[in-house]
Every structure is written in structure tokens, then in C-alpha cells.
């Protein structure tokens, strides 16, 4: 059992950056960072394998966000810049029972065990 907890979000600018970061309780597998508004879907923002060697993106982050991990300090990252109004939502880390990788390709949201509580994000035009 892991739980995660989520932290960095915020308030910026057009054009800003922020960076998230995850903390999770125990060994995890697969893990990525998923963002949902209010009266949509959840839908997933990145992935990471978990030795990390393979990231995946949707494509409407690709070239300004980018997912790493730290497995000994067992923090997910997500390092967003070039943020724009539409990347304003609730993001939450979600990962995978140790030593579950879902190899290639984007894991579904229902892959993921464990989730945390989000981290707000709100960008400003």
C-alpha cells in the first residue's frame, strides 16, 4: 500500500512555470500525472515506466512538460513550462502497485492503485 501526496501547485502566469511533485509512501511501479476540470473527463498528462527510462505524453504537453522520478527519494516529478489558461486544473499523481510497469504506451487511468488528493493548478491570460 502507498499513499501519495501531491504538492507545488499554484497560481501563474501565461508562459509561466510550475513544478509538481509527488511524494509517495512506499515502492511503486508505473506512475504518472493525470488533471481533470470540473465537469470533464479525467484525462492522463504523462507517464513514466518504473525505472524510468520511458515517458509518454499527451500531446497537447509534449515540448513543455516533462516527467521524471527519483525512486530513492521516491518523488514523481512534473516540470511544466510555456503554461497557457487551458492547463488550469486539479492534477493528481496516480501510481502502480510495486513492481507493476505497464511497458509501452500510455497506462489508462484505471491502471493506476493509488491516487492522491490533486495539487490545484490556476493559470491566468
Known amino acids: 500500500q502507498a499513499q501519495l501526496v501531491e504538492s507545488g501547485g499554484g497560481s501563474v502566469q501565461a508562459g509561466g512555470s510550475l513544478r509538481l511533485s509527488c511524494q509517495a509512501s512506499?515502492?511503486?511501479?508505473?506512475m504518472g500525472w493525470f488533471r481533470q476540470v470540473p465537469g470533464k473527463e479525467r484525462e492522463g498528462v504523462a507517464a513514466i515506466s518504473t525505472g524510468g527510462s520511458r515517458t509518454y505524453y499527451a500531446e497537447f504537453v509534449k515540448g513543455r512538460f516533462t516527467i521524471s522520478r527519483d525512486n530513492v527519494k521516491r518523488t514523481l516529478y512534473l516540470q511544466m513550462n510555456s503554461l497557457n489558461p487551458e492547463d488550469a486544473a486539479m492534477y493528481y499523481c496516480?501510481?502502480?502497485?510495486?513492481?507493476?510497469?505497464?511497458?509501452?504506451?500510455?497506462?489508462?487511468?484505471?491502471?493506476?492503485?493509488?491516487w492522491g488528493q490533486g495539487t490545484q493548478v490556476t493559470v491566468s491570460s
Open positions: 496516480a501510481a502502480a502497485q510495486w513492481p507493476r510497469d505497464y511497458g509501452l504506451g500510455f497506462p489508462p487511468a484505471a491502471y493506476f492503485s493509488y
Open positions: 512506499g515502492q511503486t511501479g508505473s
